[in-house]
């Protein structure tokens, strides 16, 4: 592995990939497709490299936010059939066809500027969303009628490809009644599109609806968070960790670039914020919240050195974060500091700072070199 000259970098472990991925493969039906979901910079795991491991691996479809990331995806060689899960205005449909991306419709504002495109060489896939309880994208069930009316009209132009919907509660195991609503409210309407003669695909489930209703499997689910083998929810880790075992395999290093011994009584970081209560031993590590380290974790967060924890003391900055190192042995200028990954896991930065193990992930910088092992 080389990272030769770098102050900071991103590991992932590429077995540890296959090992989620292959646990997600035998959950569903061999008949069910699988969606890897690598939105966002694939969760903070790089598009590019991540979307390549998972095509490697098997994944049958790829899910983006964006018509950016799928153009990014293409460029880079990814065949397979790409969903831009996020909206996409009406004058990139004439590229998504020709470049065979499919798309994300859910209004009729965006249906009836699908239809004026004109002839293209390739019509525009699409994937109407139906809203079955979420409220944020899609047409609501009763609209369906009409929704179809477009696609009679110009299948030349418009391939109804597939039809989804997102749960809106999916991630505690003890309340499914609202997530059964939402399956049976798509399967009825799933069943008025074949009684109109449709064959789309259908799918439903991400991870959680994944793990905990099988009913929801349909024609694809889509995998995001999971297969970086982080848990959607406490709730379903408490209830499938035994059973599935995920593990995460993202590792964020950075290195020690500077050692001082401080005298007690000295105060450390911008608005002096925190002062030490005895001699102290500090490493200044060259990471901050430009970074992805959150702010918020001044004071109060911790990073792994030699195997042991070292507390943040003062104010994270933009760049450079300060730890108390003064009960660790022979720490040296260089050695290295893990940020997140074994001892320091997203979920528990996600407890201390009050958020998602999702926002901590995601929000690492992109620029951050990302070491594929």
Known sequence: MDRAGLRTWIEVDTRLLRKNYRIFRTLIPKKTRLMAVVKSNAYGHSLIDFSRSLDRFGAQWFGVDSIVE???LRREGIRKPILVLGSTLPEWYVEAAQNNISVTISNFESLERALKQGTVRKPLKAHIKIDTGMHRQ????????????YFKEKQNFLILEGM???????KNP???????????EFTRVASLVAEAGFKPLRHAAATSGTI???????DMVRIGIGMFGLWPS???????????????????KTVISELKDLPAGSAVGYDLSETLHKPSRVAILPVGYWHGYPRVLSSIGYVIIRGKRAKVIGRV???????DVSRIKKVRIRDEAVLLGPGMSADELADLTGTSNYEIVTRLNPLIKRIYT
């Open 174 to 184: 003890a309340f499914p009644r609202d997530t059964q609503k939402q399956i049976d």
């Open 234 to 252: 406490r709730e379903v880790r408490a209830f499938a960790e035994r059973r599935l075992g995920l593990v995460p395999a993202l590792t964020w």
């Open 212 to 218: 905990l209703f099988s009913s929801a499997h349909f």
């Open 164 to 170: 989804y919907t997102h749960f809106a509660a999916a």
């Open 317 to 323: 900055s933009m760049d450079m974060l300060v730890v």
């Open 70 to 72: 799928a153009r990014s």
């Open 138 to 149: 899609g047409f609501m069930p009763n609209e369906i009628e009409r929704v179809l009316g």
